[in-house]
């Protein structure tokens, strides 16, 4: 069977692969007893990610090389239930790093067949979709013990920064086979040491997991779980001053610099972001399309010249459909501001850090503490980590709720917006737009 009728067929494997996990569910071979084989599907097609870096602080190479399978049911723990995924695994792949550190690398997902295909469009017809130039996202985790929080490495910027910790040097994706994805686990297996929080010697998927694989993985370190791959941070954009001061013209009792806006404002965000492209409102005249990342995280990091990314399955080099170059800032949850609070407060803290030594970066959280949550309980499948079965503050989310971007509180702001621990779309007096 060829790469192609393989890779056509993940769509209909994952309908089969829920029908599957419902009536597991209900059998005996889920529970976690009996062998192995009987419950797990081969994955369809396989590659491997590899990925180098270098630690700033002291020259420590810092190298991954792993198998990636794409579609399956895979145990990933011997003694518990199958993990089951749908696209790719692992997901996220964790090397120890420094005194006590943690670097963990977001794989590329390559296991759609157009991307192993060259650009059939245009005047990069017949190229790679692989850039050279590809470089993976990662995330920097300051304690091997806690990698509940970390920090997302989002575009050249991070790199630069003053805070950065490593050096990026290359990276590729290339085809691989069964028996490499057996040798790759096999050794791997083999040479394991348990450190820390790591989940283990195959990385982690964020999967629908057994609750015996949960309680594994929230067992370890501070029994926080894993921060999320998708991690939170808004991009900046510039916008002409006349429409800036016409919209907080129409609200003169907003007099801070930041306005969350909503659809009672003229123009509304949505009208803003048609303006884009039509009336080149941004350097170049680009369209909103180009900065909504949507799907992409999983194929790559930004780069101010060239591509760091995958490339779309059309695109031509005027048309970057979601990678061109903007400013990133890291959007912090609760936990980040006001650390791991423990009693219920009068006022509940978010920020976005728009400060040069923070920009590129993202904050990577699993939302497991309590402040996170506020008023729920953590819910794992039925499995509860002890001492987080029960809310920080009942009446938490009607409480005051603040969002902070540098110095300045977000006037106007909703309150579903700090339920969800999302920034929104806010403008800036100075000509900016963030969303």
């Known amino acids: 069977m060829t790469r192609q009728s393989r890779l056509g067929r993940l769509g209909a494997a994952a309908l089969i692969l829920v029908t599957s996990v419902a009536l597991g569910a209900c059998s005996p071979a889920s529970s976690g007893g009996g062998a192995p084989e009987s419950r797990v599907r081969q994955p369809s097609f396989f590659y491997r990610m590899q990925a180098d870096f270098i630690l700033k602080e002291t020259g420590e190479p810092i190298q991954f090389d792993y198998v990636v399978a794409c579609g399956g049911v895979v145990e990933n723990y011997s003694y518990t239930s199958p993990t089951v995924f749908y696209t790719h695994h692992p997901i996220i792949m964790f090397e120890p790093v420094g005194d006590g550190q943690a670097l963990g690398l977001v794989t590329i997902d390559m296991c759609d067949d157009w991307k192993w295909q060259p650009l059939k469009f245009g005047p990069m017809a017949g190229q790679s979709r692989i850039p050279e130039t590809l470089r993976p996202r990662v995330i920097w985790f300051d304690d091997i013990n806690d990698l509940s929080k970390g920090w997302g490495y989002e575009t050249d910027d991070a790199y630069t920064s003053p805070r950065a910790k490593i050096e990026f040097v290359k990276a590729s994706v290339s085809s691989a086979d069964k028996n490499d994805w057996n040798t790759w686990r096999k050794e791997t297996a083999n040479s394991y040491q348990e450190i820390g929080a790591l989940p283990g010697p195959w990385g982690y998927n964020y999967s629908e997991e057994s609750s015996e694989a949960l309680a594994r993985t929230y067992s370890r370190g501070n029994g926080l779980g894993i921060a999320h791959w998708s991690c939170s941070a808004v991009l900046r954009v510039s916008v002409p001053p006349e429409l800036v001061k016409d919209i907080f013209d129409q609200f003169p009792e907003y007099s801070g610099r930041y306005m969350f806006l909503t659809g009672d404002h003229k123009p509304t965000p949505e009208q803003i972001e048609r303006l ?119 009446s938490g989310l009607d409480k005051r709720h603040v969002l902070i971007v540098g110095d300045d509180r977000v006037m106007n702001l909703p309150h579903s917006v700090m339920m969800t621990q999302g920034p929104g779309r806010i403008l800036d007096r100075e000509g900016y737009f963030f969303f």
């Open 276 to 394: 884009y492209g039509r009336h080149g409102l941004m350097d170049g005249g680009r369209s909103f399309r180009d900065f909504y990342r949507a799907e992409k995280d999983s194929g790559g990091s930004l780069c101010r010249n060239g591509y760091c990314h995958i490339l779309p399955y059309s695109i031509y080099p005027d048309d970057q459909k979601g990678l061109a170059f903007r400013d990133v800032y890291p959007s912090l949850p609760r936990s980040f501001v006001m650390g791991d609070v423990k009693t219920p407060q009068d006022t509940y803290y978010q920020e976005i850090v728009i400060d040069d030594a923070h920009k590129g970066f993202s904050a990577c959280s699993s939302h497991g503490r309590a402040i996170d949550r506020l008023q729920n309980g953590l819910r794992l499948r039925g499995w509860d980590p002890k001492n987080n079965r029960d809310p920080l503050d009942p």
